[in-house]
């Protein structure tokens, strides 16, 4: 067994899973012995990448029976394993705001870039490791997923040269085109329960002390989704949150709708600067959850 | 006036000042508007190095007067400016433990090696931009002043390596007299009251709740500083800290002993293994406030 356990956080999506598998494998090569794992099984979208590039989904876990670990795309303790105060966390490579607190110095390698996978890419090359075309494919349907092709306003200069190169390394000769394949896969919602579209990739934040879940479902058709508001509706209920904003992202127009069940109206208003009908809100333009549905709701609590 | 400022914890040792004039002129080597500052004005070891490279203290502050500052050798915010809240973190350059919360995405550098300044050394090199000589004086001395002329056991496998390599950009012949030179400026402690003495490079820990201040001086006889013990005392209650532990290091022979008062004294006898004898407790083989002094006693919390 490896000494040392990679993963991503809850829910996991694509960066969160290619971002496993190359930190560890980069681990590995530069001295150390860790197992990439994964906090739940792939997601449509990330089973899509995986099937195609003949890798195999990690490991699930849900706490880790190692005494040291290794944090990808998350470092708050909400969206982490259960026992993670009992175990020592030595690295962290991450892209999103922060809210960490341990006892020991640790690495932390955290850049506000368009995908864990983008920062990967640059640390491969820093350390001088050979990426495998295998995990290359990987990384690049990470930072495809997470940029939404390049397209959302997460994105950075350091996003495109990465995808670039590591299309070419494994062997993606049209990137663009193996893309809208990646993201529409992730989009079939008929397959999936209420429960799971709400369950999806949803994450809680804590907003000035509530329990704030806001999840997220990239779709080509939104009225497709809205059409089963009810049920969508009758399953947050079920599973008791607070509060739940449902962002339903159109990928191909980049706009976004988001359903809102709780008891923060003024609040979800006020940060979109809309009017929530029939518990709807227009979110024109937005298509990232961390860089536009975060920072304005925490501005209002 | 420039955009950003950058700069290390309160009461500067001479990595927070080194690291913050190296930081800022690597961001501006990239393409940054940044300007080192400090949260005080430099003790007689940094003033020793100041003077021997010919640089200018950085200006004092107290809070920043721009809306984005660069942490450097800190990154909590009871070590921070008054006014750390209302603005933005773009980037942190760090090597202690972690605790930080913010609401967007930025630049963390955090590996557990000597100073700041070995990670900034690496940061050098990985942007390719070259290290002015007085520059890697300050960088120098500071891997010295941290690592206690690498004996002290926070030294990693990366300092030795750095510090060679600045100190003959620096034209630094023989490091080890220039660090033995360094050390001992920051141990003349007769000019220096007993209020200056404790707040010499204090730090305040938050330890299960309560607030724990740790003082730590480097000297070359330790019984010449405990005859000041009354004076230390009085000064310690004067300042109503709940807990103070004052630690003296003697840099020749790399041990300590601790002045305690506080009301928790089962926790530091717990904690360091040892009996408070008049206040006084042994610590023997203990240089490093970080590696040997805050973890034992975190435990104990």
Do not use: C
Request: aromatic content about 8%; charged content about 20%; overall charge negative.
């Amino acid at each position: 067994m490896a000494n040392t356990l990679v993963f991503g956080h809850k829910n996991p999506d694509t960066d969160t899973i290619a971002s496993a598998i190359a930190a560890s494998y980069l681990l590995n090569k530069t001295g150390n012995d860790t197992e990439a794992v994964a906090q739940g099984t792939p997601n449509a979208e990330t089973q899509f990448a995986l099937d195609y590039f003949s890798v195999k989904a990690p490991r699930v876990i849900t706490s880790a029976d190692t005494s040291t670990v290794v944090l990808v795309d998350h470092n708050e303790e909400a969206q982490s394993i259960d026992n993670l105060a009992d175990v020592t966390v030595e690295a962290i490579y991450d892209h999103h705001k922060f809210s960490f607190t341990n006892t020991t110095p640790l690495y932390i390698t955290a850049k506000p870039w368009g995908s864990v996978a983008t920062i990967l890419y640059y640390e491969f090359k820093q350390a001088d490791v050979t990426i495998p075309a295998d995990i290359a494919g990987l990384m690049a349907s990470a930072i495809i997923s997470d940029t939404l092709l390049l397209k959302s306003p997460t994105t950075t200069t350091y996003d495109q040269p990465a995808l670039e190169a590591l299309a070419q390394i494994a062997g993606l000769e049209d990137y663009e085109n193996y893309g809208l394949d990646l993201l529409k896969a992730g989009t079939d919602l008929s397959s999936r329960t209420d429960k799971e579209l709400i369950d999806g990739d949803a994450k809680s934040f804590d907003m000035g002390g509530h329990q704030f879940r806001i999840g997220q479902v990239n779709t080509v058709d939104i009225d497709e989704v809205l059409s089963r508001q009810d049920g969508i509706q009758a399953a947050i209920q079920e599973e008791n949150y607070e509060d739940f904003l449902f962002v339903i992202t159109d990928i191909l127009n980049s706009n976004s709708k988001a359903l809102y069940f709780g008891d923060a109206n003024q609040a979800i208003e006020g940060a979109f600067n809309g009017k929530l009908v029939d518990n709807i809100i227009d979110l024109p333009g937005v298509v990232s959850r961390k860089k536009q549905v975060v920072p304005p709701l925490e501005k209002q609590f």
